[in-house]
């Protein structure tokens, strides 16, 4: 028999419907739809065992930020970003050269323990950024530059390590 596959589509059809989710015992729930469950707090029902609510857990949790770049300091305005969208984050504070590998290298590995939920590095081009963090196991880093990008990345592979270029990124109007 081949083995059910959940994705987040499936589970978020289940959320919108109000239905419990049906899951055959050794079903493979792809990392997105894991998410999604815990986001959604979808109700599971697994084959032969009884219907079970999973509780939802906040929708935002916490996130590593470090950043290298020869410009001013941005981590007031990231700050008021992340505090505007409810997304509780740690400041890893603004690096140069080499540090800046060695701050991916720590964000990397608290993804990996779970300490974190998801990373954000900025970096002048994000070139070697996203290179080096994909070589720690479970990372999955991509460098984006644009919203729909991040998206796209993240129903795709699940990315859980974004990297930015600074270089290419454009001000706020009123930093004009």
């Given at each position: ?137 479970g990372i999955r880093s991509a460098l984006i530059s644009s919203p ?29």
């Amino acid at each position: 028999m081949k083995r059910q596959v959940i994705t987040e589509a499936i589970v978020r059809r289940a959320d919108r419907d109000k239905q419990p989710l049906q899951v055959r015992e050794g079903a493979i729930i792809t990392p997105a739809a894991r998410d999604a469950i815990n986001d959604f707090g979808v109700t599971l029902k697994i084959a032969g065992e009884p219907t079970r609510q999973v509780p939802a857990v906040p929708r935002f949790r916490l996130i590593g930020f470090g950043y290298v770049l020869d410009q001013k300091d941005i981590s007031p305005w990231v700050a008021e970003l992340f505090d505007d969208l409810g997304i509780e984050y740690r400041n890893h504070g603004q690096n140069t050269g080499d540090d800046i590998l060695a701050q991916t290298a720590q964000i990397c590995k608290q993804i990996q323990d779970g300490a974190y939920w998801r990373g954000v590095i900025l970096d002048t081009d994000g070139i070697a950024i996203s290179v080096l963090a994909n070589k720690y196991s479970g990372i999955r880093s991509a460098l984006i530059s644009s919203p729909d990008m991040a998206l796209i990345g993240r129903k795709t592979v699940d990315i859980n390590l974004l990297v930015l270029a600074g270089a290419h990124l454009v001000a706020r109007p009123s930093d004009r």
